[in-house]
């Protein structure tokens, strides 16, 4: 399938892997999404700084990748943070198709039903889309794909809206007037307010003027401060919805000084944020943050999990807030047909992004996908013209979870071996991912189906590197396919798991000719614990082991704590549980 990916500057569509559908997730064949210019055109740019740039501007994943270097060494973190800046990152957070698969436990949903999709996680620019059940919603019958595509801006809109919490009769000022600001009035005219528009573009003055019946300024109109106090007879405004992007701090200053005492601003937007006191505390303004769609928003239990929150206790999730958004959208109480300026197929997805860096600054851009697409029917493996070719006798190996310590640990490890190993396929839940480290470490093909693996008769053994939850099914039915395989610890989650591989091992058949299992326990095998090993093993008493480790933290709803994971005495004490064994034995 066709997906966007943003590649040191420049919009690619590549051709990548489907996803395969999982339980609680629903797969959509994407018809039309939407290009938010602000927030894509900004990682369009990002991605072609170079590294020295990126380190300033986010210090954040500069500790990370020293720390990384700390546990891969340099010559592997430089392999690593090369490979990531070449492989591009997918983009795009708003979508709409139809349904053509329902994963497990989804209800509400059909095949064949139009929906509407959000989620930087996965709504992106591509041809199929596997999306969570509470990161989509339904479309009306006389809602179109394109207008619905915009769900995710405009319910981010809306939020901000909600957060300011209107009332009949009410001025709001809306400082920004690009895609945001332009939704943000029209949903404040539906609320019953009055809506003053600000922005240096004309253009985008006069579209406010005639698309939200705002009154606007525009360049031209003096002081916003004093226009303000002037169309509110000197009250000041109620409130004020920042949807501008911008680094100055006169911003969110200038939105203090149009409100009226004890009046709210409402930041949407992404501004300069050194406040001063004196614009808000003589007024005692309320000053809030919108976050995103809405409740829901980057909690991994509702977007991921399903679960979602009880209407009387949170009325509008971002799921309700994307409903409600549709519903407007059919009963024509906003229109956003006239804020999209052209429609690529994704094919041309270069030229889309090109318009975004045109002098006209369109507010929205959409990209079309074939209408035959099914995301049933879509490939699951991509071959790779540049794969490195197997010498004659070489072990043939697949990968399976393509994550940072897969990168940054076995490939290494397994390209050190020279002409002993040839890697013959890569796996990975994200297709993106697959190609990229497929192309980056030579492989005959990326796929996102294990199935592949298992049915691949060249493959000799499979390295298991995914989350811990899925490692006993998957060694078991790489074992039973005849594959030897290195497994990622843990070995197994639960008593019930060891059992099956307790099972497969104690058959009556003899051991020559099975497939090998090895738990990746690697400390056993460092020339420290190997020497250490020599001197304790010349003592004639018993011995006590004490070990402290600083693994660092990780907060309760990381996946390595959940059932995904284990728990890290499971998934992580189980590497020093094995070392003790080693040095006793």
């Not at 894509?40 to 020295?52: A, D, H, K, N, Y």
């Not at 690009?178 to 003053?196: K, P, Y």
């Not at 499979?462 to 989350?467: L, M």
């Not at 005849?482 to 099972?503: F, R």
């Amino acid at each position: 399938m066709k997906q966007v990916l943003l590649q040191r500057g420049r919009a690619v569509a590549d051709e990548v892997p489907a996803p395969l559908i999982e339980a609680g997730t629903v797969l959509v064949a994407a018809d039309r999404s939407c290009i938010s210019v602000g927030t894509e055109l900004s990682g369009l740019r990002r991605s072609g700084l170079p590294i020295w740039q990126l380190a300033m501007r986010y210090p954040q994943h500069a500790r990370k990748v020293i720390d990384t270097v700390a546990t891969l060494g340099v010559a592997r973190t430089w392999s690593l943070v090369q490979g990531q800046l070449s492989a591009g990152s997918p983009v795009g957070y708003s979508a709409a198709g139809t349904v053509v698969q329902v994963g497990d436990g989804v209800a509400g949903v059909r095949v064949g039903d139009r929906v509407a999709c959000a989620g930087a996680q996965c709504a992106h620019h591509a041809e199929t889309l596997r999306v969570p059940q509470n990161l989509l919603t339904r479309i009306p019958d006389e809602v179109s794909f394109e207008e619905a595509s915009t769900v995710a801006l405009v319910a981010i809109a809306m939020q901000g809206v909600r957060r300011a919490q209107p009332t009949l009769g009410e001025t709001f000022v809306v400082i920004g007037l690009g895609a945001l600001g332009q939704l943000t009035v029209q949903l404040l005219r539906a609320n019953g307010c009055t809506a003053i528009g600000i922005d240096l573009d004309s253009s985008r003055v006069t579209m406010a003027r005639e698309l939200g019946q705002a009154t606007t300024l525009g360049p031209n109109a003096g002081s916003d401060i004093d226009q303000v106090q002037r169309l509110t007879g000197g009250v000041g405004a109620d409130g004020v919805i920042i949807t501008a992007a911008g680094a100055s701090d006169e911003i969110v200053s200038k939105a203090f000084n149009m409100c009226r005492r004890k009046g709210r601003v409402v930041l949407v937007g992404d501004v300069g944020l050194n406040l001063k006191r004196a614009d808000l505390y003589q007024k005692e303004i309320d000053f809030l943050i919108s976050c995103s769609y809405g409740p829901g928003r980057y909690d991994g239990r509702y977007e991921e999990e399903g679960l979602d929150y009880p209407i009387g206790y949170v009325r509008w999730t971002e799921n309700r807030n994307m409903g409600e958004y549709l519903r407007l959208i059919g009963e024509k109480r906003i229109s956003v047909q006239p804020m999209i300026s052209a429609t690529f197929p994704v094919e041309r997805a270069a030229e889309a992004y090109d318009a975004l860096q045109s002098e006209r600054r369109p507010l929205l851009v959409v990209l079309s996908y074939p209408h035959a697409s099914a995301a049933h029917a879509q490939p699951r493996v991509v071959a790779n013209p540049r794969a490195l070719p197997a010498r004659p006798g070489a072990v043939r190996v697949a990968l399976v979870g393509a994550g940072g310590f897969a990168k940054g640990m076995h490939l290494p490890n397994l390209q050190a071996l020279g002409a002993r190993c040839h890697l013959q396929a890569v796996i990975s839940r994200t297709g993106a991912n697959a190609v990229a480290t497929a192309r980056r470490w030579g492989a005959n093909y990326a796929g996102t189906d294990f199935q592949e693996v298992l049915a691949d008769r060249d493959i000799d053994a499979v390295i298991i590197a995914t989350r811990h939850h899925l490692h006993t099914s998957m060694a078991l039915a790489a074992l039973r396919a005849g594959k030897h395989v290195l497994l990622e610890k843990p070995l197994a989650l639960t008593a019930s798991d060891l059992g099956e591989i307790e099972q497969f091992f104690a058959g009556e058949s003899p051991q020559e000719g099975r497939p090998m299992l090895l738990t990746g326990f690697n400390r056993r095998f460092s020339p420290h614990a190997r020497r250490l090993r020599e001197w304790v093993g010349q003592r004639s008493n018993p011995m006590m082991l004490d070990y402290r480790m600083n693994a660092g933290y990780l907060p309760g709803d990381h996946w390595t704590q959940n059932g995904e994971g284990g728990g890290r005495n499971l998934g992580e004490a189980c590497h020093i549980y094995d070392l003790f064994t080693y040095l006793t034995s």
